[in-house]
């Protein structure tokens, strides 16, 4: 496969499970303000936080209001991580592969796509929680159909690698948004308000229902666990980072367990820190202290994907040759 087509597959999914995860933290988020007895512009400042883009939002707007944050991460052209930008580079990477993707999957596709562009921004806020849905759903639609009718090649596995990684790395940031920005004072810790928020971390990652089924009681540490550790959970860090590496392993061709070039090195060094590590260690040595160095370890994963299969140069004939300006 081309590494043009390859990169093409990989970002489409990216940004597709990008918009997804933007959508459900403001769904999220919206419910989350009329549970609290606080005003809520920490928890919408949160949500920006979350999407890492808290200093551009500072930049063109004074105070994280609910209208505000909308308009930024949903229809902000200015915003690369926006719903529509994100969508609107989903859209042209499918375009550029159209012979690799399925028709149903660009159907899908540019379907989302048009109806984001063709909704008004008004409309969006006067029943958010409608819009937010129909965005979540079309999203699930597409890696449905994306499952459903493409062949499980080196195209579909890209586009399964890409969305694995975004999703395991958007769920820590997720945990870390909670426990650095979210709870205002240490009172706070296990009252009311707090059950609230970790509840609401949980729905972020549509894992409260899964949580529920396997712990009961919303604890902060059983929360932490399930969002990193499981294994069997399909939003779930470890799950998602294990499942990467079984479709990076797969393109590559090399045995699971071994590592031939920089994305297996890293994406297998991450899986092996995840099998030995325990909820309670992560938590006793400081939990933000730990995903903060995982987001940079997601970033190392990326950096070597794009080194290992899309930056290739072009092979030097002789080393010893002289250089064209010499």
């Excluded at 609107?88 to 048009?114: D, G, H, K, M, P």
């Excluded at 709870?183 to 609401?200: C, F, K, N, R």
């Excluded at 202290?289 to 997601?298: M, S």
Aim: glycine content about 6%; proline content about 4%.
């Amino acid at each position: 496969m081309l590494s043009r087509v390859a990169e093409a597959v990989y970002w489409m999914a990216r940004y597709l499970e990008r918009v997804a995860d933007v959508a459900r933290l403001i769904d999220v988020n919206l419910t989350l303000t009329l549970d609290l007895p606080d005003e809520p512009e920490p928890q919408w400042r949160a949500v920006v936080t979350t999407t890492g883009d808290i200093a551009a939002f500072n930049a063109g707007h004074p105070c994280p209001t609910a209208d505000a944050v909308i308009e930024f991460l949903v229809f902000d052209e200015e915003n690369p991580n926006s719903v529509s930008r994100c969508l609107r580079a989903a859209r042209e990477n499918a375009r550029s592969v159209r012979e690799i993707i399925s028709s149903e999957a660009w159907e899908q596709i540019n379907r989302f796509y048009l109806m984001i562009t063709g909704t008004r921004y008004q409309s969006a806020l006067d029943a958010p929680s409608e819009f937010f849905e129909q965005v979540r759903l079309s999203s699930h639609l597409i890696e449905g159909v994306i499952d459903g009718t493409m062949s499980h090649g080196e195209a579909w596995h890209f586009a399964r690698l890409g969305r694995l990684l975004e999703r395991g790395e958007q769920t820590a940031r997720l945990l870390d948004t909670k426990y650095f920005l979210l709870l205002p004072s240490p009172e706070y810790v296990g009252s009311t308000v707090d059950d609230i928020q970790w509840s609401a971390v949980l729905r972020s990652a549509s894992a409260f229902e899964m949580y529920r089924k396997r712990h009961g009681r919303v604890e902060p540490h059983r929360v932490v666990e399930f969002l990193l550790l499981e294994r069997h959970f399909p939003r779930a860090t470890h799950y998602c980072v294990i499942e990467a590496d079984e479709s990076l392993h797969h393109v590559s061709g090399s045995r699971v367990g071994t590592f031939h070039n920089a994305a297996e090195r890293e994406l297998g060094r991450l899986r092996g820190e995840f099998a030995f590590s325990e909820a309670s260690d992560i938590i006793t040595n400081g939990l933000h202290e730990y995903l903060d160095l995982l987001q940079t370890k997601f970033g190392r994963v990326g950096a070597g994907i794009q080194k290992t299969f899309f930056g290739l140069r072009p092979a030097v004939a002789d080393e010893t040759t002289p250089a064209a300006n010499e």
